[in-house]
């Protein structure tokens, strides 16, 4: 599986974004698709996921009520809108795909996904 990420740049606070993530390969088989981000000197962290199906999502607290993800299986592509983007949003937003639920990682851990894509940057002013 390959996933290209697009859509990220630089919008004031209070502004919106909507990133995409096209899976191309083996995506008939995938079970998960998440979004991460990843701020200088900190870690990655989880910020929403869906089932490949559709029928499940899940937010981070910090992301809840502002960001919704979504997904069209026509066109291979995972879609994170933003909305009421804040400065400490800023980061590099990666998707994953988690070819099947793992039973030692949680879905919101990085260690659970098998694909990623190359990251696209989001910088939010104040």
């Given at each position: 599986v390959q996933l290209q990420a697009s859509g990220g740049g630089l919008v004031q606070a209070g502004?919106?974004?909507?990133?995409?993530?096209?899976?191309?390969?083996?995506t008939f088989s995938s079970y998960r698709m998440g979004w991460f981000r990843q701020?200088?000197?900190?870690?990655?962290?989880?910020v929403t996921a869906i089932t490949w199906s559709g029928s499940s999502t899940s937010y981070a607290d910090s992301v809840k009520g502002r960001f919704t993800i979504s997904r069209d299986s026509a066109k291979n592509t995972?879609?994170?809108?933003?909305?009421?983007?804040?400065?400490?949003?800023?980061?590099?937003?990666?998707?994953a795909n988690q070819w099947a639920p793992s039973s030692r990682y949680s879905y919101t851990k990085a260690e659970a996904y098998n694909y990623w894509g190359q990251g696209t940057q989001v910088t939010v002013s104040s």
């Open positions: 502004g919106s974004l909507r990133l995409s993530c096209l899976a191309s390969g083996r701020a200088p000197g900190k870690e990655r962290e989880f995972v879609y994170l809108q933003m909305n009421s983007l804040k400065p400490e949003d800023t980061a590099v937003y990666y998707c």
